[in-house]
């Protein structure tokens, strides 16, 4: 028996006594094994990893989305760039030199386009040039009209920035 392990095994395993701690431990291996799967990470595996791809794509999701806030914030800042005090006295300032040329452009239309001709058919020795291109009152009255409209927004302009310059615009962030 001491000669052969294999026979040694056999009648060791057939005595009641190891028979039953055999049993004994088979069951408790059992029931450990049976523990671990209800309490250890192989029966909780398939959640873990169900969970974990729901966080990866929460966090693909929030990446995304963190990437269009900073995106939404350029926007916003180039929109309210439109806004800002220096803009906005630029933007003053070339209207009021814009205004200031139009209202010029109009007085120089109007004075070229009524310049003074002389009539042939004026009386040579009356002393009197009539001017054939000479408007109606109501061309006159039009112009000055229209002109004094144009340099009324000029000289707001004007005084809007001085007020500016002099400190008397107060700009709120609200």
Known sequence: MLADSNYFDAILHTLPRVRALLDQQAAMSAEVEALARTWANTAQQEPLYQLRSETQESFTQAKALEARWKELEKEQRDVYQRFTPQFLLMRL??????????SETLANAFVSSSAPTTS???????????????????????????????????????????????????WRDD
Do not use: C
Request: charged share 35%.
């Open 120 to 170: 042939a058919s004026a009386e040579p020795h009356s002393g009197t040039n009539t001017p054939v291109g000479t408007l109606a009152g109501k061309d006159i009255d039009d112009f000055v009209r229209e002109y004094r409209e144009l340099r009324k927004v000029y000289h707001k302009r004007m005084i809007w920035g001085e007020k500016w310059g002099n400190g008397d615009v107060e």
């Open 93 to 102: 300032r070339h209207a009021t030199t814009a205004q200031d040329d139009l």
